[in-house]
């Protein structure tokens, strides 16, 4: 039975994860680690909520949206540190915003930016009466596809103890590499993912407590043995091309 873990091949190559063995797993991670999940959950919460409140207040304070980079690696920092079987404690989401802090909140600014950019860019398309504003709007709305399935491979890798010594620009280049070479199962990740938060809107708690650390985790279980696996494959690659 697929669990959703990285096992080795009969060649030494890790195995393809699966979103049902990624949920599982990460279903049974949340139940033993739920007490160093939610707490990092909840600080995501604050940060956000007080962002939102703020920028309600004072508009212009939209633009510390990027500083929720900040938790958001806390909470990977976490999950990581959970698929790789490591130590791991509450702590360790505070460590991430000493750890190239730089370095996230430059990542989350440019995710906002996208963001923005490319709804606006949806908006203003469909409210135009032109197929030229309407093709702006669809390919908006692929750009905006792109960043939220590279989001959700960025900050597991970014993250990972495993991949520490590598620099951000060899990890981000890893995640985007990964959603080129698997497309439609890093889209099924994010549609699942996406459902599951969208849902969870609803029930504001789960999404205060643990709903956003569970999505980390399902991703971390998906992600880091998929990057391991390509990981492997690009490795080999080079090697056949070695000259003997």
Same mark, same amino acid.
């Given at each position: ?53 703020? @920028? !309600?207040?004072?508009?212009? *304070? +939209? ?5 929720? #980079? &900040?938790?958001?690696? %806390? /909470? ?10 490591? @130590? !791991?404690?509450?702590?360790? *989401? +505070? ?5 190239? #802090? &730089?370095?996230?909140? %430059? /990542? ?9 950019v490319l709804g606006f860019n949806v908006v203003s398309g469909l409210a135009s009466s032109s197929p030229l504003g309407w093709g702006l709007a669809t390919l908006a709305g692929w750009g905006l596809l792109a960043a939220w399935l590279l989001a959700w491979t960025v900050w597991p890798i970014l993250a990972d103890p495993v991949r520490a010594g590598q620099s951000v620009m060899a990890r981000l280049r890893l995640a985007a590499l990964l959603v080129l070479a698997h ?62």
């Amino acid at each position: 039975m697929d669990d959703g873990r990285a096992r080795a091949t009969p060649a030494g190559e890790p195995a393809a994860p699966s979103v049902s063995g990624a949920i599982r797993m990460a279903a049974q991670d949340a139940y033993y680690h739920s007490w160093r999940l939610v707490p990092a959950n909840v600080v995501w919460s604050v940060v956000a909520l007080s962002i939102v409140a703020l @920028a !309600v207040i004072v508009p212009p *304070a +939209i633009l510390l949206l990027p500083l929720l #980079a &900040l938790p958001i690696a %806390g /909470i990977f920092r976490v999950t990581t540190r959970i698929v790789r079987g490591e @130590a !791991v404690s509450f702590w360790d *989401a +505070i460590d991430a915003w000493r750890t190239n #802090a &730089l370095a996230t909140i %430059g /990542i989350g600014a440019g995710f906002v930016a996208t963001t923005f950019v490319l709804g606006f860019n949806v908006v203003s398309g469909l409210a135009s009466s032109s197929p030229l504003g309407w093709g702006l709007a669809t390919l908006a709305g692929w750009g905006l596809l792109a960043a939220w399935l590279l989001a959700w491979t960025v900050w597991p890798i970014l993250a990972d103890p495993v991949r520490a010594g590598q620099s951000v620009m060899a990890r981000l280049r890893l995640a985007a590499l990964l959603v080129l070479a698997h497309p439609v199962r890093i889209g099924l990740l994010g549609i699942v993912l996406g459902l599951f938060l969208a849902v969870s809107t609803v029930a504001v708690v789960a999404l205060a407590t643990i709903s956003v650390a569970f999505s980390a985790l399902v991703a971390s279980r998906f992600v880091l043995p998929a990057a391991d696996r390509l990981e492997a494959q690009l490795a080999s690659r080079v090697t056949a091309n070695m000259p003997s």
